[in-house]
């Protein structure tokens, strides 16, 4: 995973991306899924985005990507979402037809950071580590042993 260097701090921003076409067809198949594929790598190359992994499964697409700390979850789904609709309408031009109102993509997403650690061993961090290591092993059994520390 990557770790952005920022005035002042260092960070690594990772988020699971999924969304999916207008009324949810089935189209992402054949040469529309190649095109969609191609496309989200020239976004991603042309906004310095790093992809991890893409899937473009028939009616809806993951994508797990890095990007900036500066850069919103928001934008790097408009990216991804407005470069490739445009492009497919321009290499499809039957796809206008099923989406007659222009819109390729629904206005729906799913998103979540991922990261290298569990969200129980950042909360276990932040209580041990402000108010020292005082935690008993009963309450320190729920937690995943392979997570008990920040990586």
């Not at 067809?25 to 020239?42: A, Q």
């Not at 408009?78 to 490739?84: D, L, M, T």
């Not at 950042?122 to 580590?129: A, F, G, L």
């Amino acid at each position: 995973m990557n770790v952005f260097s920022v005035s002042h701090g260092c960070g690594q921003c990772s988020f699971h991306l999924v969304w999916k076409p207008k009324y949810a067809f089935s189209i992402l198949v054949g040469d529309v899924k190649s095109e969609c594929e191609r496309v989200f790598r020239e976004v991603a190359e042309d906004r310095g985005f790093v992809l991890f992994a893409l899937e473009v499964m028939p009616d809806h697409v993951h994508v797990f990507v890095g990007f900036h700390p500066t850069v919103s979850v928001s934008e790097v789904l408009q990216a991804f979402k407005g470069v490739s609709a445009r492009r497919l309408f321009q290499r499809f031009p039957h796809l206008r037809r099923r989406y007659w109102g222009g819109h390729l993509w629904s206005r729906g997403k799913f998103f979540r950071s991922v990261g290298s650690t569990t969200d129980n061993a950042v909360k276990h961090y932040i209580e041990c580590s402000q108010h020292g290591w005082h935690k008993t092993s009963r309450e320190l059994e729920d937690l995943d042993p392979r997570q008990t520390r920040i990586i």
